[in-house]
């Protein structure tokens, strides 16, 4: 059975509706960090797991754009231009490559055949991708220092692990509860 149009768009908006509502969620400051700790990266791994890699870039690309439109859709109300440009920039900006990513390694069918394939492919294109990027940006733009950068950035890993783990099992049920409306 082939998924209509009207389909396709509604799982994109639901994924990006998602994402939006993560944001709602306030934020856990880190005190040595101008960064905190939000759900919003596990609606972002799980758009590339359900929607594939075009959709859930589309649904990710959509909330990006809005949010720099001005909306207060990231984590403790904030949105406008200045988000991308401050020390969440590195982690908004990474957002655009984990959906695209995941989708495009678990088209192929073999990765999804155990839960431990699929949770290894949102660790390496989700969780070490987004907080790389953090990173990064946080050691060249903010002048952390790549060493404390690393050191600070140790802070997200086990909650990030653990947004990983539960993007697997809620991608997995969805999957096996409505197959025709998240095939890749």
């Keep these: 059975m082939k998924i209509n149009s009207i389909q396709l768009i509604t799982t994109t908006a639901i994924m990006m509706a998602l994402i ?5 969620f ?6 040595f960090l101008p960064v ?7 609606g972002i791994m799980l758009a590339g797991e359900l929607l594939g890699p075009k959709r859930g ?6 909330f990006l754009v809005l949010v720099a439109l001005g909306f207060p859709f990231l984590s403790g109300g904030n949105g406008g231009l200045a988000s991308f440009v401050g020390p969440t920039g590195g982690a908004l900006l990474s957002w655009l490559v984990p959906p695209l ?8 069918s073999w990765w999804k055949v155990s839960w431990w ?14 907080n790389l990027c953090e990173v990064i940006w946080l050691a060249t733009l903010f002048h952390f220092g ?3 950068a690393l050191l600070a950035e140790m802070v997200f890993l086990p909650g990030d692990i653990l947004k990983a783990s539960l993007s697997v099992m ?13 095939s890749m």
């Design 20 to 24: 939006i509502i993560l944001g709602i």
């Design 117 to 130: 394939r699929e949770w290894l492919v949102l660790l390496l294109f989700g969780v070490l991708w987004i």
């Design 101 to 108: 990513m995941i989708g495009s390694v678990l088209k192929l």
């Design 170 to 182: 809620v991608a997995r049920r969805l999957r096996k509860i409505l197959p025709h409306q998240f």
């Design 36 to 42: 905190p700790i939000i759900l919003q990266n596990f």
């Design 146 to 148: 790549i060493i404390k």
């Design 57 to 62: 870039s589309l649904a990710v690309i959509l």
């Design 26 to 31: 306030p934020g856990i400051p880190v005190g």
